[in-house]
């Protein structure tokens, strides 16, 4: 397993931070619409949030004092296909 898609199952595997990809899947938000469903303080959500950033998984942009994030295909897209390849070698034994 390559390291990167280490980085990215790790940074999923945190139920925070599956809510928060899977409501970028929907569109662009804000940082404060991200945190508002979510019961607790801004920084412990923005740790949510790098480690989300760094496992590429989410892009964000500062205009002003707004900070808006977005959804990067490229690492689901890795998952996925890790997984299809999973998928294929088990399909493929004999049991």
Known sequence: MSDSLSTILAA????????????????QASV?????????ALP??????NVLEASGLVRS???GRVRTCQISMAPILEVQGWLAW???LREGRED
Not at 12 to 27: F, H, K, N, Q
Not at 32 to 40: G, Q, R, V
Request: aromatic share 2%; net charge positive.
């Open 44 to 49: 412990t959500f923005m740790r949510h949030l």
């Open 12 to 27: 999923l595997s945190d139920p925070t931070r599956r809510a928060v990809v899977e409501r970028l899947i929907l569109g």
């Open 86 to 88: 999973q998928t294929t």
């Open 61 to 63: 942009i500062k205009r």
């Open 32 to 40: 404060s619409e991200l945190h508002a469903p979510h019961d607790m």
